[in-house]
């Protein structure tokens, strides 16, 4: 009895942790990406839905989130302990009835803040490809992946018609990883090289031979080099 007792805890371990992440992929000591929940009225995010009603917040905030745990999905693969496709996965699988309604109410949104059905369909796919061009990460790419990883985890745990408690809770927290940060520990960044200046490319400063003409232009400026 014991023994299956033991197997069994062991068992249950395992399978709660198979789709976690790793807390630390890429840095010692991330930074806290960690910001307060939103209600969907701030400035930033009323903007793009001018008279909408609770309701229809309430769904393009659920419709954003899924947007960018998609967008998580395509570029973290690099990374496999992320497990950002297997939890976006599940968070599809979790959520299906509630992101398929939330698509609905939004595309009916625009739709009724429009003249057409033609022109609100229009305005809602303008809306959807400015929606997932904002997850695109580049220099911030590991901050946004660990923290989507992490609130993938989150999104695919919710009981099934709370995925938008998920999408209030971490949308600023999202947006916060989309700002590079790097190591607290050991902070660093990369330096880019820039040039300190060109040649001068006056025709009258080189001989046929491609040499300087110090008589005319003076001396050359030799110090040219990339620096940091």
């Known amino acids: 009895m014991k023994l299956s007792r033991a197997l069994g805890g062991i068992a249950a ?10 807390n630390a992929q890429f840095f ?48 973290c693969q690099f990374e496999p302990t992320l497990l950002a496709v297997p939890n976006y996965n599940a968070v599809l699988f ?5 992101i398929k309604k939330s698509y609905d109410t939004v595309t ?3 739709i009724r803040v429009n003249k057409t059905p033609k022109a609100g369909q229009t305005a809602f796919d ?3 490809t400015r929606n997932y061009s904002t997850f695109t990460a ?32 971490e949308s600023g927290t999202l947006r916060n990883s ?9 902070p660093r960044h990369p330096v880019i090289a820039t040039a300190k200046g060109i040649p001068n490319l006056d025709p009258r400063c ?16 030799t110090n040219l080099a990339s620096v940091k």
């Open 28 to 75: 010692f000591s991330p930074h806290d990406m960690t910001a307060p929940p939103i209600t969907g009225t701030e400035a930033n995010f009323a903007t793009d839905f001018p008279k909408a009603t609770p309701t229809e917040v309430r769904a393009a905030l659920v419709w954003q989130m899924r947007a960018a745990l998609n967008v998580a999905a395509l570029q």
């Open 126 to 128: 303008h809306f959807d």
């Open 138 to 169: 580049v220099d911030a790419q590991y901050g946004f992946c660990q923290t989507a990883a992490q609130i993938a985890v989150k999104a695919a745990m919710a009981p099934r018609g709370q995925f938008y408690k998920v999408a209030l809770e």
């Open 108 to 110: 009916k949104y625009f």
């Open 13 to 22: 371990v395992c399978a709660a942790t198979l789709s976690l992440p790793a």
């Open 94 to 98: 979790n959520h299906k009835d509630e």
């Open 206 to 221: 080189w001989d046929k031979k491609g040499q300087w003409v110090e008589k005319t232009c003076g001396a050359q400026d």
């Open 178 to 186: 989309l700002v590079y940060w790097g190591d607290q520990r050991f």
